[in-house]
């Protein structure tokens, strides 16, 4: 590991042994994270779990950091929420995941077994999923105050994420022009819903296709890989793969039928 001046503390609201140990573990994430090249040389981190657990329906987490990175100041404040009243093995966190943002298992074994230890049934996962997001949220904070340059896999995934939108676009004007022929009745707001429709479709499409072929250590490794699989709600990169591949075929097959449909009325 790259050395590093370091004076990193961590606290967290719990008491006992879970508090001590879910510190531990969080200050290893943090500490990797710091060490794993030359771009930061200097740390003065003060990471704080301010609130880790259950609020009416929600699974919560709120993290804190404050100090310096490279003498440069750093402060800000993340909160995550994971609604408890959704079944995890429904799927229905990982599809409001994939729609909303970006699609990790804990970024540490340690981290999960420290929540299990604290907390029991469904709020364990997803508190741990809270966690992690809250973690990648710091390290990505940390990065950017710190000037560190992009891995080639964030590199890649940054291209990705424009190339969702010049799809997008692509697929609306296709979309549009094709509903100018003279074989479709010129119904302006059907021409607009169906260029809309397959424009949302290919963003989506491009999206989870492109997580199903990112390599493993992007979510294991890399802050924005590891926020994309907190947001899956799944269990692991395997799970998360076949799920975005089931996705984006429906997503294809049923658009592709709807648009024929709207576009011949």
Known sequence: ?????????????????????????????????????????SANLQIVLNRFGKKGVYATATMSVAGTVNHRPIRKQ??????????HASGGGAVAGIVGALVVAAVTKAVSSAVSKAFSGPQSGKLTECLDECLADVMLLIDKTAGRAE???????RIIRWARWGAAAVAFVLSWIAGMSPDA?????????????HAV????????IALAFMPNRFFLEEPQGKKALALSGVPSVGVMRVLVVVLAIIILVFVACSGVGLLSR
Not at 12 to 34: F, K, M, W, Y
Request: hydrophobic share 50%.
């Open 1 to 41: 590991m790259n050395p590093v001046d370091l004076n990193l503390s961590v606290s967290t609201c719990l008491v006992g042994e879970p508090a001590a140990t879910l510190s531990d573990a969080i200050r290893q994430a943090i500490e990797a994270h710091l060490r794993k090249d030359s771009a930061i040389h």
């Open 78 to 87: 993340f909160t995550r929420k994971r609604n408890l009243s959704r079944s």
């Open 151 to 157: 891995s080639p896999l964030a590199a890649r995934w």
């Open 185 to 197: 009745k010129p119904l302006i707001g059907l021409r607009l819903f169906a260029a809309l429709l």
């Open 201 to 208: 479709a290919i963003f989506l499409c491009v999206h989870l």
